[in-house]
């Protein structure tokens, strides 16, 4: 499922705040209704057209696009800013020690050694100065993709509430009382899935379960998510794609000639043949 600021190995940290952008986008988890930016009112009494599913599965196609990349994105800049760290406290703990006069017989020998020492630190120096403005840099950037990452979290769970209410009638009296203990963080995660709808009706019918998960700390909670996740998919009725009913038989013509004995036809064989015109 889904998960992360920071992209931990096994597990994406959960937001540490809520944004004015992800707490608009948490219409879809703050059982409170209210109107998506950008999105027209709604006309009263005017019956919404239906949406093409073609065009309804392109889009969640490129929402998990645009989620992935994002999330690739965030942990590209987490892994940069941690070995740009790396070498920073590496530079920074390189020591050196200013050569002593007392140590040299050789004044002049001890001016050339004193003159490389401080060649050694000025350049220590500019390099701390730029893997501190480097790693700033990238740590900001980290940070603002995490922000992005939420956002896209919280956008995605927000449709996916949409589609959700095509396919449970009481989707928003289950999945969005206001009894249900659904945190922040639990949102985020079920943002990051991508069967998060169908999660938080679950929620919304094993209550106990939601406040469970809604006490723990961010990280063994993102583990739970991921497992309940695995176990609300598996239990999620899918589309059927295949029809149980026989192949279609197709019709002998008649006149044409007898291409297969009598005898060997199956009862539907023949009977598509009798009814052909066939005869012995």
């Not at 004044?107 to 403005?133: F, G, N, P, T, W």
């Not at 939601?210 to 309940?228: C, I, S, T, V």
């Not at 794609?241 to 007898?258: C, I, M, N, R, S």
Request: negative net charge; hydrophobic residues 30%.
């Amino acid at each position: 499922m889904t998960e992360e600021a920071q992209v931990a190995p096994e597990a994406e940290a959960a937001p540490e705040a809520v944004t004015p952008e992800a707490d608009q986008a948490s219409e879809a988890t703050g059982n409170t209704e209210g109107q998506t930016e950008g999105q027209p009112a709604e006309v009263e009494g005017a019956e919404p057209e239906p949406e093409d599913k073609s065009d309804r599965t392109t889009r969640n196609q490129r929402r998990k696009a645009q989620m992935d990349r994002v999330k690739q994105e965030a942990k590209d800049a987490q892994d940069r800013a941690a070995k740009l760290q790396a070498e920073l406290d590496r530079v920074r703990g390189v020591e050196s020690n200013r050569p002593n006069a007392e140590d040299f017989q050789d004044h002049d020998e001890y001016l050339a050694e004193l003159s490389a020492y401080k060649a050694e630190q000025r350049l220590k120096d500019r390099q701390v100065k730029d893997l501190e403005r480097e790693t700033e840099e990238s740590t900001k950037q980290t940070q603002a993709l995490h922000q992005k990452q939420v956002e896209e979290a919280f956008g995605n769970l927000a449709a996916q509430f949409d589609d959700a209410r095509t396919r449970y009638a009481d989707f928003d009296a289950v999945a969005r009382d206001n009894s249900v203990p659904i945190s922040q963080d639990m949102a985020y995660f079920m943002g990051l899935s991508d069967n998060g709808a169908d999660v938080a009706y679950y929620l919304g019918s094993n209550k106990e379960l939601a406040a469970d998960l809604a006490a723990m700390p961010a990280p063994e909670l993102a583990g739970a998510m991921r497992m309940l996740e695995r176990t609300v998919k598996a239990q999620t009725p899918k589309p059927r794609t295949t029809t149980t009913a026989p192949d279609p038989v197709t019709p002998l013509k008649g006149g044409a000639g007898v291409s297969k004995d009598p005898s060997k036809m199956s009862a539907a064989e023949y009977r598509a043949w009798r009814e052909a015109g066939g005869t012995h």
